[in-house]
């Protein structure tokens, strides 16, 4: 990681040729040759700028009237087009960052999404830190910077073709001296601070992530923290995590005064340069004053060009740091195959593979039947449950209860998949046919309707139905309490956890799956809501599985499963009395 050699330009081709191989290849490609041919056109504009220019000069130290209306009027032709070619060079490059971004980032969403790697991601890879700002900042940067860049380099070595003709011209020396001088500058400015800005670039985007996501914690726990009267803990956190991004700034600016004052020291010699060499000729009289112009002018354009990894350096090297970001979150969502032999999916599938360790067996099958399932800690650092079977029959009900931390809602994470350390196989239908409701609430962010709807908000439920779930789960006005089925709210602010629970209930009884996980749904519920609920739930085809503390689960439910701290458990049958 951080390193600022050959890799780098390996890592870059290795995210960067998955569009420019993509669906989308063509028209890419297609506008990127025409920006190639506007920057010819551009660059094909500057030398007769330049030369006009010394023209002008020549014109006038001769007093020569004529040739000076002359090349005022080429001039002024001239610049009629190298406007707007300049406008729509620069236009159609960003459009071009613009789609690549598009694409990037939808592909960087779908596979954030796909197997579920972002809960991989964000539960055990704390080395991918901040994978948010990797995919809405780092892919923008990388998109924009890359066709910048390249466009930059392209453009230097058109003007070092065109503007050393010029030059050559004037005097070999010249040319010969600015080859040699921007050489050893470029391997100077690498050598020297190629390492320590790229490692401090890479640090300073970690660090403004975690900056910004501690910012974001609080607004999501505003009430918590307002009433454990956290302010002055929260603040200094914020401010710790400012602060740290602070440092390393501070250490990266000086960095860059040093590279800052090794560049301007460097850069003042063609001002001067040129108009040494030329001035000889000048004072025989056998060279016009406005070669000197004209000199500088190309002398300028080529030195420049050749000094682009210098001037650009500090950009470079935080393109360079954004890149390495990009190409480990990359390789850990499988998005592209590590160059370097790295096993770094993070994909369950893809994982067994490649760890030595024991997992969960999954087939598919009508029925949930546990065989055999001994479940540990994704780590496999202890075991919580030990050789369990059990089968949960179409229509039945199976309650989970044992001390807290025994395991209950790890065994409903390795039903989901979500964890799968440990052995024996659990069959199950496809996850389509179960619902979790997991301990905390989930209220997604949109209407009331789309929050009913969760997870599959294209099933036909009209109003009617919404209605009557509402009322099923005692919410009966909740839709005229916020102006109906389309209000948008902040539902987790907005309704009680119980009214949470409830709503989240609802999901249930309107979709109806084969199979429903409920992991202390009804917690935060009266006894009387909870006996509705589930005698609601009773009335409906879906076999169901509970987790929670409260005896008076047991009345609702055809069997329970008692998980102990010794990993032990035992499966009994319960007298179900109600909703039946
Ligand atoms: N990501 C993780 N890595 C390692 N251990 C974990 C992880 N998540 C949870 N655990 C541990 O696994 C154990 C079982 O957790 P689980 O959430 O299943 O308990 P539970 O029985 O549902 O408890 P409660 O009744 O308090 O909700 C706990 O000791 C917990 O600390």
């Not at 991601?121 to 066709?147: C, G, H, Y």
């Not at 190309?298 to 390495?324: K, P």
């Not at 190409?327 to 592209?336: C, K, M, P, Q």
């Not at 009322?471 to 916020?482: G, S, T, Y």
Request: hydrophobic share 45%; glycine share 6%; proline share 3%.
């Amino acid at each position: 990681m951080q390193r600022f050699n050959f890799q780098i330009f390996q890592r870059f081709w290795t995210i960067a040729k998955t569009y420019w191989f993509s669906n989308e290849k063509w028209k890419a490609r297609g506008l990127l040759l025409l920006i190639v041919i506007l920057l010819l056109a551009y660059t094909g504009l500057s030398v007769v700028l330049n030369n006009q220019r010394g023209e002008l000069i020549s014109a006038l130290s001769a007093k020569n009237e004529s040739r000076f209306w002359q090349t005022v009027i080429i001039f002024i032709g001239v610049l009629v087009i190298y406007a707007p070619l300049l406008a729509g060079y620069t236009y159609l490059r960003d459009r071009l960052g613009l789609a690549w971004r598009r694409w990037l980032t939808t592909d960087f969403v779908q596979r954030y999404f796909a197997d579920r790697a972002f809960y991989q991601i964000n539960q055990f890879r704390t080395d991918i830190d901040n994978p948010d700002q990797r995919i809405a900042e780092d892919v923008k940067n990388f998109t924009q910077e890359s066709l910048t860049l390249a466009l930059v380099l392209s453009d230097s070595v058109l003007e070092i073709i065109a503007f050393s003709g010029v030059l050559l011209g004037i005097s070999r020396e010249l040319v010969l001296f600015l080859l040699g001088y921007a050489i050893i500058g470029t391997l100077a400015t690498v050598g020297v601070f190629g390492q320590p800005l790229v490692r401090l670039n890479f640090e300073q985007l970690k660090r403004e992530a975690n900056f910004r996501f501690s910012l974001v914690r609080v607004r999501e726990n505003a009430e918590a923290i307002a009433f454990y009267q956290g302010e002055a803990q929260e603040s200094t956190q914020v401010n710790n995590r400012f602060m740290a991004a602070f440092d390393n700034y501070k250490r990266l600016l000086g960095w860059e005064l040093g590279l800052n004052g090794l560049t301007n020291a460097y850069e003042f010699i063609p001002f001067i340069l040129p108009a040494l060499v030329v001035a000889p000729g000048i004072f025989s009289g056998d060279v016009e004053v406005g070669k000197v112009s004209e000199a500088q002018g190309a002398f300028i354009r080529v030195f420049f060009s050749l000094n682009l990894i210098v001037a650009r350096f500090q950009s470079l090297s935080a393109f360079g740091a954004g890149i390495d970001r990009l190409y480990d979150f990359a390789t850990s969502l499988g998005h592209v195959e590590s160059s370097e032999g790295l096993a770094d999916d993070v994909t369950t599938q893809r994982q067994e593979k490649k760890s030595g360790h024991p997992v969960i067996g999954f087939e598919a099958s009508s029925k949930l039947t546990l065989d055999n399932v001994t479940l540990q800690t994704p780590n496999y650092q202890r075991t919580l449950i030990e050789a369990l079977s059990l089968e949960l029959d179409a229509q039945s009900s199976l309650l989970v209860v044992g001390p807290s931390g025994c395991g209950k809602s790890s065994l409903m994470r390795a039903i989901a998949g979500l964890w799968n350390s440990g052995t024996g196989t659990i069959q199950r239908p496809d996850l389509e046919h179960l619902l979790f409701l997991p301990q905390k609430p989930y209220m997604i962010l949109g209407s009331l309707r789309q929050q009913l709807l969760y997870p599959y908000p294209d099933i036909e439920i009209n109003d009617t139905q919404l209605k009557a779930a509402l009322k099923q789960v005692n919410l009966p006005d909740l839709d005229e309490r916020f102006g109906g089925f389309d209000a948008e709210e902040e539902w987790s602010d907005v309704l009680s956890l119980g009214e949470q629970q409830r709503l989240s209930f609802a999901r249930v009884l309107l979709h109806e799956p084969t199979y429903t996980v409920l992991d202390e749904a009804t917690s935060a519920l009266d006894r009387d809501n909870e006996k509705q609920l589930y005698d609601h739930l009773a009335a409906t085809k879906t076999a169901y599985l509970s987790v929670g503390h409260r005896k008076s689960l047991e009345d609702y439910h055809s069997s329970i499963l008692r998980l102990a701290e010794d990993h032990t458990w035992k499966l009994q049958p319960l007298a179900k009395e109600s909703g039946s």
